[in-house]
């Protein structure tokens, strides 16, 4: 049986990847197709939270029970975090945010012109959301879970930039995987390292179902407020 860890807990996921509007038909995405932030829903859901997933751009059924609220770019999912985080015992980030948007959504389909090359793109950054949250934050809550996809490069590890980017984003968790051609996007299974800001030992999780992935972050979610709450009691 499934543990019932989260009942009374309000659990907000983001899910899927924004879209950035160039012009009326074209748009700056990614791959991310929102599975991994679903099975997060599900996951919790079954083992009693209240969840609402903020998503960008899914294809995806709602899960039974769960409220969605979809959005398309990065302003449009930081709006609605903000709107929802506020009574959120835990948010978890799994949404692949856009970190630049066109300096300006062109108002007709750009057109080629002949004899001309291509127009440049100027780019804006985007807000980071997720650092935002952890920079918000004032006590110990919400418990906020992010995600870092990373290719692993030369300069250093993937969990090198993965500890990095836990303490620079100021979240509890960060779920760093390995992404890639046939990796984590668009695909039915995942394996991560899940790393903590408490000190405590990262937990590796098998390449296997997302359900997997997310039921481990929902121990770690459970965990930690059971943890927080007792605090409060002392
Ligand atoms: O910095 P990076 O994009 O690798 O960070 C990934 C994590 O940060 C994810 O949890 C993602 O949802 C979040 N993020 C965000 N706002 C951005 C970029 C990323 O909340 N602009």
Not at 19 to 40: H, M, T, W
């Amino acid at each position: 049986a499934l543990p019932r860890d989260l009942v009374g807990r309000r659990v907000l996921v983001t899910a899927g990847g924004t879209r950035e509007a160039l012009d009326p038909v074209r748009y700056l995405g990614n791959r991310s197709s929102g599975k991994q932030g679903f099975a997060i829903a599900l996951a919790a859901v079954a083992r009693g939270a209240q969840v609402t997933v903020i998503a960008a751009n899914t294809a995806l059924a709602a899960p039974p029970g769960v409220t969605v609220v979809e959005v398309t770019d990065a302003r449009d999912l930081q709006r609605q975090v903000q709107a929802h985080v506020g009574s959120a015992d835990a948010v978890v980030m799994a949404a692949a945010v856009a970190d630049f948007r066109p300096a300006a959504v062109v108002e007709s389909k750009i057109k080629k012109q002949d004899g001309r090359g291509p127009a440049p793109i100027q780019l804006l950054t985007n807000p980071d959301i997720l650092a935002e949250l952890g920079a918000q934050r004032t006590g110990q809550r919400p418990v906020i879970v992010g995600f870092a996809a990373e290719t692993g490069d030369e300069n250093g590890s993937v969990l090198d930039h993965g500890r990095a980017k836990l303490a620079r984003k100021g979240c509890d968790l960060l779920v760093v995987n390995r992404v890639g051609p046939g990796r984590a996007f668009e695909v039915e299974d995942n394996a991560a390292t899940i790393l903590a800001a408490d000190g405590s030992e990262p937990v590796q999780v098998a390449f296997g179902p997302k359900i997997d992935l997310a039921a481990a972050i929902c121990d770690l979610v459970a965990e930690r407020l059971t943890r927080l709450d007792s605090g409060d009691r002392e």
